[in-house]
């Protein structure tokens, strides 16, 4: 054998999650598109249980900056590089990283489309594309627009979250910080609201005359007692949440202006804007014909395979699985299942039996965690997903200081260990 | 290269790969309904700050914390609410599995 052979047996080999196993004939290519949670936490688990699998990722950042703890980097309690996380470690294991966009997804030829030309033949197709914002869904609001009112809800290269932190410390004391916060669904139910009460945490210490003006274009949302339990208790008088029955619902921004426009044509002047507006799936699914009316993936309830492709397993927040939220440990969760699906039916067994679990954490405060806990499963006719009963819910209300201490560092806790399991 | 060296060489990468499968070195993927846990308690069960570990402890004493959280006998944060999500063959297949990792 020559150096050069063997170098190229190597080379070969890089890509095989038990990378001292030379590449068998006819070894089954899982490739996953997009490396946040629902997409790191599937190659990572698939390289981990199924050594037998050639995984490739592909994600166009070269690191992740996850959309968790954001809410803590915009309030100055995190630096952004404690919630950057590299792929180092996935190719350490074996899985091939491809830093590129996914442009398109061919179902009946097996092969998605990169934007740096090269076409990717897969065998089962894990695509975690996350979310598209909506761009003009609120009059005035284009990608330009996010230049001067950041949405900060798609990470990305984190400038749109380092954008919404500067404005809050260019802010004169007294001013107001407006939210424009969507209808379900979109990712992360109770994130608008963590995020209101870190700014006010923010505030509280900062710039303590100024003020909050959340319009909401619904009329309950995640974790609400436990929020504005927390609201009253740490920041009172501070922030003002406008539900859709008060007017809420904002239609049209001026960013020129700094104004938030209500459906019933109230004009609120605000100081710094934080625009979420309604989502979608991101654009792949839509390009690929995966989407419904709603703009979101219907999927089989075990398999995750999208109703429109059988052999695309559509994870994260891009799905529209019933109940369940749009949250990095459902991705995470999900993730798991979905690869443990495509491994077996590759195998030519059936896909096991479905439990999705999810924890998801909000920081009130500095020392006040709250929580909601479920637990799903696929419905008997195996078309929904239904909470299993008596099981999961909120923390308790009332006066308990030290369930919100501890739940805060449990949250803390959490982020760590989801982060070492994606990334492992 | 010679022909001996070649042998030598190949027999060397059957050996690797003999490891790879059968060898100590890769722990055992835990099951899916122990999968959930590792969101909070982490990679192997291993723990996190004040999140306790869960590798390597008792069996029984697993499902007997489980069943006192699904009665709410047992002081908690979360794992009262966590625990009566799981059937009993789920807390057999998790607490199994965490006992047998480092």
Redesign the interface.
């Known amino acids: 054998m020559t150096t050069l052979r063997r170098r190229s047996l190597l080379t070969a080999g890089a890509a095989l999650c038990a990378p001292a196993l030379p590449r068998a004939q006819g070894q089954a290519r899982l490739l996953v598109i997009g490396g946040g949670f629902g997409g790191a936490s599937a190659a990572s688990f698939a390289c981990r249980s199924y050594p037998w699998l050639d995984v490739t990722l592909v994600e166009p950042q070269p690191r992740l900056i996850t959309c968790p703890y954001g809410n803590l980097v915009i309030a100055g309690e995190r630096r952004i590089e404690e919630i950057t996380h590299g792929y180092d470690g996935l190719r350490a294991r074996g899985v091939r990283v491809v830093q590129d966009w996914a442009e398109d997804v061919d179902p009946v030829a097996r092969r998605v489309r990169l934007r740096g030309g090269d076409a990717l033949p897969y065998d089962r197709l894990i695509l975690s594309p996350g979310i598209a914002i909506r761009f003009g869904a609120i009059d005035g609001y284009d990608e330009a627009a996010s230049g001067t009112m950041p949405h900060a809800w798609i990470a990305g290269d984190g400038a749109q979250m380092l954008l919404l932190r500067r404005q809050l410390e260019a802010m004169p004391d007294g001013g107001v910080v407006g939210l424009a916060i969507p209808a379900n669904p979109f990712r992360c139910p109770p994130g608008p609201y963590e995020r209101i009460s870190m700014i006010a945490h923010y505030l509280k210490r900062h710039k303590p005359r100024s003020k909050i003006l959340a319009l909401d274009a619904k009329d309950s949302f995640s974790k609400q007692a436990l929020f504005q339990d927390g609201w009253t208790a740490l920041y009172p008088g501070m922030i003002e949440w406008v539900p859709l029955a008060g007017d809420g619902r904002v239609v049209r921004v001026d960013v020129r202006e700094g104004v938030l426009e209500t459906e019933f044509g109230t004009r609120h002047r605000v100081d710094v804007g934080n625009v979420i507006p309604p989502q979608s799936a991101a654009r792949i699914a839509t390009a690929a014909g995966l989407t419904d009316r709603t703009g979101w993936v219907t999927v089989d309830t075990r398999t995750f395979e999208a109703r429109a492709a059988p052999g695309v397993h559509v994870i994260g927040d891009a799905n529209i699985p019933g109940p369940m939220p749009k949250s990095g440990f459902v991705a995470n969760s999900t993730a798991k299942q979905a690869v443990a699906s495509a491994a077996a039916l590759l195998r030519g067994e059936a896909a096991p039996e479905g439990v999705y679990f999810n924890t998801c954490y909000s920081h009130v405060g500095a020392e006040f965690g709250i929580s909601v806990v479920n637990i799903f499963r696929p419905s008997a006719d195996g078309t929904g997903i239904v909470e299993v009963p008596n099981s999961g819910g909120v923390s308790p209300r009332g006066n308990l200081p030290e369930q919100r201490r501890l739940e805060a560092g449990h949250a803390d806790d959490w982020y760590r260990s989801i982060t070492a399991d994606m990334f492992r | ?1 010679s022909q001996r060296h ?1 042998l030598a ?1 190949e027999w060397g ?1 059957v050996g ?2 003999f ?3 059968a060898g100590p070195a ?1 722990s055992q ?1 835990a099951p ?2 122990a ?2 846990c ?6 192997n069960g291993a723990g ?4 306790p570990s869960l590798a390597g402890r008792d069996q029984s004493e697993l499902a007997t914390a489980m069943a006192a959280f699904r009665a709410n006998e047992r002081p908690a ?2 794992m009262n ?2 625990a ?3 059937t009993e063959a ?1 807390i057999a297949a998790a607490v199994g599995y965490f006992a047998g990792t480092r």
């Open positions: 290269m070649r060489l990468i690797l790969t490891l790879a499968i890769r993927p899916l309904a999968q959930g590792l969101g909070c308690h982490g990679p996190s700050g004040g999140i944060t979360i609410r966590i009566r999500g799981y789920e």
